[in-house]
């Protein structure tokens, strides 16, 4: 059986060669000068531009490293999860692989893993992000923040440090949405924040477009809240209000007026508007019928291919 470590770096990897070794020479540079027993640990998510093979180079030389591999790309958010449950550090710390957020910051957030705390999170001192990116990631983080209420602080980076029982928390929900983020916010353990540098990403793609965080929005609304359901609801309410003043006030014109409106036009504007509420309502209980469907299939989250000790 593996010895435990002092700490676990995890680190989700798609498509990432061009950064590689940088981040991983960065990295070792950083854990020697921690003073503290560690290990590696990349998820690779199914790249297919030649990150996997990088990655078994420095393990040949590094018998700290652990790569985990997946059968194909899974999302960041699986790789994560993977990462977590592979990993038999005191501390585990998640970092991303695009450099943004420096290698050279994780000591400071394990110095603030004190007694009593259970998560570390991270807010940068400025993004080095585009502008419609920031605005994108504001939109999201106010979005979330009114789904999940008052009552959760949230924090969206993903440059965190936890403990093992955080993991173990993580394992116990079973919901098919398990962003990380989300997830350590809602559960609301003993957390401390952290004011870190953000860099610019200098080599590779980012994976998060637009697409991509309007699909996080979508999925983070019908994963964490029963809103869109409420909002039918609301528009029910509507649209029966708006056709019991529409006939009230046709009545008034003729009985008190005497004045025979033409009601074509009104009766077609109304029916399509409850038309289009029924619509939408339809595509609501779709999505949260669909989330339903997916969770009685019980499959994994992730599959692996192999993990190379």
Known sequence: MAEPVEVSIVIPVYNEAPVLDELYARLKKTVQGMGRSCEIVFVDDGSTDGSYEILKRFKENDCTLRIVRF???????????A??????????????SDLQNPPEEIPRLLEAMTPGVDLVVTVPRKRRDAWSRVAGSGLLR?????????TVKLNLSSFRALRP???????QCRDRSQFMAVLMSWMGVPTVEVEVEH???SKGKTKYGYTQLIQLAWDIVTGYSTFPLRLVTYMGIFGALTGFAMMAFLLYQRLVRDILVDGLVVLSAVFAFLAGVQLLSFGFLGEYLGRVHLQVQDRPPYLIEKVIE
């Open 71 to 81: 059968t194909r790309n899974f999302g960041q958010q699986a790789a994560v999860l």
């Open 83 to 96: 990462g977590f449950r592979q990993s038999r550090g005191q501390v585990v710390v998640q970092l991303d």
């Open 142 to 150: 106010w979005l979330t923040q009114k789904m999940l209420g008052p």
């Open 165 to 171: 029982s955080v993991v173990e928390k993580i394992n």
């Open 199 to 201: 860099h610019v990403r």
